[in-house]
């Protein structure tokens, strides 16, 4: 059941602006087969919204917690309506 195709939007607290977290996710992100953005929040939060499988997008969620281990003090996540048609994964300022 992992192929249903699903869109989450995940906002991280904690130590993410300054540190290099989007370029991160959009490395995780690039060639792990999803499609999204990432951007920082006003509010010293990152926002993400990553699109693919239950598998791709647990697996991009997996790495980034690895990456930033200790730095995520908070992880607010929600589905939302899948985008059709979007290609690649992007940073949005």
Do not use: H, P
């Not at 598998?55 to 309506?81: N, P």
């Amino acid at each position: 059941m992992g192929w249903v195709m699903q869109r989450i939007s995940v906002t991280f607290s904690g130590r993410v602006q300054g540190v290099g977290f989007r370029a991160s996710v959009l490395d995780i992100a690039t060639g792990s087969g999803v499609t999204g953005w990432v951007r920082n929040q006003e509010d010293g939060k990152v926002c993400m919204q990553v699109q693919g499988d239950s598998e791709q997008i647990d697996g991009v969620l997996s790495r980034v917690r690895a990456r930033f281990k200790g730095m995520i003090t908070g992880e607010d996540r929600y589905s939302v309506a899948v985008i059709d048609g979007e290609t690649g994964f992007s940073i949005l300022r």
